[in-house]
């Protein structure tokens, strides 16, 4: 938790995109669908617009700041919310000044702009207050808890990523993968978001997969689909762990997309009772041949299933199994 050196505003601060107009080429205009914007999630999803050519999206906003606790404690002058928003990826940062609303200044609204050829992936929106302290301008008092997600390529408005899945004849597709022809599967991490390929070609792996045939074939297609989530895990965590960005001190950090989300999510169980940063650390010592990297790997594996959800997927398949034979032997 980070200490500040003067007080802040202790009720939260929240903030709603209620609009999404965009530009496109000529002036055009279009407003997205609410479809395109989550409340929940707190994401937009930008590539959900009819037109893929818009070249600025403008996002409205509506925020809620304490203004009861400014008033009562009056520690706090020149009130001002500002939106920002930072894409880590391409280094982008965008700032909106929100106007304050009629009546008790709790309430705050203005549009801050997305402009397309900045940004490659996501973006985060918050929403921050700045005020005058023990006379000092310009200090950050509050800012919002949950940052929004703007996702210029994706069509849902969710904050877990969906994986890509691909169908592809390994033997007729491209040039590269011929090699693998002999594989149901490949999980291939260097695009925008991991790709898993399936094999067109591999005799009965799509009828397993889509859940086809007798009961058993069902039960084999849960534990292949579980397995194959297994290898996306450990797949996208060694490539998200060989390839960080490391500060002069030597310290590594976390990335700023997918990949981010990946550390996240598994550091955890890779080094538990450590924060993401001292599990991050951890981790790359020991890859980069200071500790025991070898020892690792159980617990990279053990945190690959969870999140494929073996353990419960086999669970499952072997109480099936015990009720089809009590039908057989019925």
């Known amino acids: 938790m980070r200490a500040y050196p003067y007080p802040r505003l202790s009720g939260a601060v929240t903030a709603r995109v209620t609009a999404v107009r965009l530009r496109g080429p000529g002036d055009v205009r279009e407003d997205l669908t609410t479809k395109g914007f989550s409340a929940v999630e707190h994401v937009v999803a930008l590539g959900r617009a009819e037109r893929a050519n818009w070249h600025t999206a403008r996002l409205v906003l509506a925020a809620t700041i304490p203004a009861g606790e400014i008033e009562a404690k009056g520690q706090w002058t020149d009130v001002t919310v500002v939106a920002v928003l930072t894409d880590k990826i391409t280094n982008v940062r965008s700032v909106a000044r929100l106007v304050r609303d009629a009546g008790d200044g709790?309430?705050?609204?203005?549009?801050?702009?997305?402009?397309?050829?900045?940004?490659?992936?996501?973006?985060?929106?918050?929403?921050?207050?700045?005020?005058?302290?023990?006379?000092?301008?310009?200090?950050?008092?509050?800012?919002?808890?949950?940052?929004?997600?703007?996702?210029?390529?994706?069509?849902?408005?969710?904050?877990?990523?969906?994986?890509d899945v691909?169908?592809?004849?390994?033997?007729?597709?491209?040039?590269?993968?011929?090699?693998?022809?002999?594989?149901?599967?490949?999980?291939?991490?260097?695009?925008?978001?991991?790709?898993?390929?399936?094999?067109?070609?591999?005799?009965?792996?799509?009828?397993?997969?889509?859940?086809?045939?007798?009961?058993?074939?069902?039960?084999?297609?849960?534990?292949?689909?579980?397995?194959?989530?297994?290898?996306?895990?450990?797949?996208?965590f060694h490539t998200a762990i060989g390839d960080l960005e490391i500060e002069d001190d030597g310290t590594?950090?976390?990335?700023?997309?997918?990949?981010?989300?990946?550390?996240?999510?598994?550091?955890?169980?890779?080094?538990?009772?450590?924060?993401?940063?001292?599990?991050?650390?951890?981790?790359?010592?020991?890859?980069?041949g200071e500790g025991s990297w070898a020892e690792l790997q159980p617990r990279i594996h053990f945190a690959a299933t969870r999140r494929a959800g073996v353990p419960k997927t086999l669970t499952e398949t072997v109480r099936k199994i015990e009720r089809l034979e009590q039908e057989i032997h019925a």
């Not at 990949?259 to 010592?285: K, N, W």
């Open 106 to 163: 709790r309430e705050w609204s203005g549009e801050i702009e997305v402009h397309r050829t900045g940004h490659a992936d996501r973006a985060s929106l918050a929403v921050h207050v700045v005020a005058t302290v023990g006379g000092v301008a310009g200090r950050l008092v509050a800012s919002t808890e949950r940052e929004w997600i703007v996702d210029v390529t994706a069509e849902n408005p969710l904050r877990d990523r969906e994986l």
């Open 166 to 236: 691909t169908i592809v004849s390994f033997a007729r597709g491209a040039a590269w993968l011929r090699s693998f022809r002999d594989v149901p599967w490949i999980v291939d991490p260097s695009g925008r978001i991991p790709t898993v390929r399936l094999n067109s070609d591999f005799e009965g792996l799509m009828a397993l997969v889509e859940g086809e045939g007798a009961k058993v074939e069902g039960m084999v297609g849960e534990m292949l689909m579980a397995q194959m989530c297994t290898d996306v895990w450990t797949a996208v």
């Open 252 to 288: 590594p950090l976390l990335p700023p997309d997918w990949r981010g989300e990946v550390l996240r999510e598994m550091l955890p169980d890779v080094v538990p009772g450590r924060s993401a940063e001292d599990a991050l650390r951890e981790v790359h010592i020991r890859r980069t």
